[in-house]
């Protein structure tokens, strides 16, 4: 059955089999018509999976932090340099980090394009990358500057597990705050911001079992100056469930993504005690 409330605004040919454009959940060209998913749930599947149920302009805020594709850098370097130029290889249990360099750029272009598809008008994507340093050079994340950069923040952790001696310790991240579109106006109350400036002086989260943590200040951050309560605040990497926590905390509502379901299960233990403790009180 047609649902004629709820068509895509594709540009797909109209079917000349007498089909209609669009049924109840999705359009021939594969968007949805209408969002098929669940607030303040983790889905233990793939970003990309989770967000074709997601209809466009859906979304107020994306934050996430992807896997930095460490694997393939740490396992492809030249054993002449020595250890000191080894890069630190992250264990991301199911997943591994290891993707050829041009095939994990294609991979975070169609990652992001879908994050700026379900954002709204108004919304933000906060973007987490690195440098990576590699054999005395270094491998930047140009693929963003294909979208519309409304500024670049710089995380300072203030220290560094990489113990490289050819270099200068690097102790930065970026925080790419990108817009749906060159034109769009993301909304944004500095009044808000714990941390006002465009260096993030914060340290990284030591008290989690994930191995690349993300500190829930920095979500706090981006969630307080650039939604409201009860606005929808989406994370395609959730991990250990920190934008999910900081979510919750701050009355907003949270969608997640992450494959590997201890993740997700220690996340849901930690929020049912969570509620324990508040019933005692």
Avoid at 14 to 31: F, H, K, R
Avoid at 162 to 182: A, G, M, Q, R, V
Wanted: aromatic share 12%; proline share 6%.
């Amino acid at each position: 059955m047609s649902n004629k409330d709820n068509l895509c605004l594709c540009t797909s040919p109209q079917p000349q089999n007498g089909e209609t454009w669009c049924n109840d959940n999705m359009c021939i060209c594969g968007l949805p018509t209408k969002n098929d998913f669940e607030l303040n749930k983790i889905y233990n599947e793939n970003c990309l999976d989770t967000m074709k149920r997601i209809k466009d302009n859906t979304i107020d805020l994306v934050v996430t932090s992807p896997p930095y594709n460490k694997g393939f850098w740490s396992k492809n370097r030249n054993l002449n340099n020595g250890f000191k130029t080894k890069s630190r290889r992250i264990d991301y249990g199911v997943f591994d980090d290891n993707l050829k360099p041009e095939v994990y750029e294609e991979q975070q272009k169609k990652v992001i394009k879908e994050c700026l598809r379900i954002l709204k008008p108004s919304g933000s994507l906060f973007y987490n990358h690195i440098d990576i340093l590699h054999e005395h050079n270094t491998i930047h994340p140009k693929y963003v500057y294909d979208f519309p950069i409304k500024q670049i923040i710089i995380w300072n952790r203030k220290n560094t597990p990489k113990l490289d001696i050819s270099y200068f310790y690097p102790i930065h991240e970026y925080i790419f705050w990108i817009k749906k579109t060159k034109d769009a106006k993301p909304f944004y109350n500095r009044k808000n911001s714990p941390i006002n400036k465009s260096i993030w002086n914060i340290n990284p989260e030591t008290n989690n079992t994930h191995p690349a943590p993300f500190p829930i200040e920095i979500v706090k951050n981006c969630i307080l100056t650039t939604t409201k309560e009860n606005d929808i605040v989406y994370d395609s990497y959730m991990g250990s469930g920190t934008t999910a926590k900081a979510a919750t905390e701050l009355n907003r509502n949270y969608i997640g993504s992450e494959i590997n379901k201890d993740y997700i299960d220690k996340h849901i233990k930690e929020e049912n005690n969570i509620k324990k403790q508040k019933r005692l009180f």
